[in-house]
């Protein structure tokens, strides 16, 4: 699930790999073209999602009830594709914080914070999120929404608006994060809801 996202957000990241090929018709060597082009995406894929996710927790997690734990969740609407050293993402972001009960990842804070991020790489050679503008809460959440995605906003309220979509895609950050941190747990669960299993 994990090699999946990174190659989404590579799409995302380098959606003109298509357009790279030459016209001489030289099929061989446009496809090991492509082929480097879009590894070298998924290699920039991964170093961006890292920075956001890295966002998410220290400055967003932190904003909330503390858990054990703060894993994000990211649901990308677009980008505007790497520039230098810099990127626009625009995406529905998600925060929870867990505490472990036996064999279960209990939620014990969260929320959503869609907007648009603008990552760069810092001095060190690192990326990191500059900036984050986020769509506001109550009366003025569809005008700031729809200023703040703009052409991309029927794309972002789409997936904003599918409960499966975002459970599959916080299942799957579960997953990966479980997996990574090899932790002992089965389950995840909300409160007041059955538990759901971590596959």
């Not at 054990?68 to 969740?73: L, N």
């Not at 984050?132 to 029927?154: P, T, W």
């Not at 975002?166 to 990966?176: F, G, L, Q, V």
Request: with cysteine; glycine share 8%; proline share 3%.
């Amino acid at each position: 699930m994990k090699q999946m996202r990174l190659w989404m957000m590579a799409a995302i990241l380098f959606c003109g790999v298509g357009c790279l090929t030459s016209c001489n018709g030289n099929a061989n060597a446009d496809k090991a073209a492509e082929d480097t082009v879009a590894a070298e995406a998924a290699q920039q894929g991964d170093v961006i999602i890292n920075a956001i996710n890295n966002y998410l927790v220290d400055s967003i997690g932190a904003q909330y009830a503390p858990g054990e734990m703060c894993i994000p969740v990211i649901a990308m609407t677009c980008s505007d594709g790497m520039k230098a050293d810099s990127v626009f993402m625009w995406g529905d972001y998600w925060v929870f914080n867990y505490k472990v009960a036996g064999d279960t990842l209990k939620c014990v804070s969260g929320g959503n914070h869609p907007g648009k991020m603008l990552i760069k790489k810092n001095d060190n050679g690192e990326y990191q999120v500059v900036s984050f503008e986020q769509v506001e809460d109550g009366h003025g959440n569809l005008e700031s929404a729809k200023r703040i995605f703009g052409e991309y906003y029927d794309a972002f309220h789409a997936a904003n608006s599918d409960e499966n979509y975002r459970e599959k895609a916080r299942a799957a950050s579960i997953a990966d994060y479980v997996k990574a941190n090899k932790l002992p747990v089965k389950f995840y669960q909300d409160y007041g809801w059955p538990a759901k299993e971590i596959k």
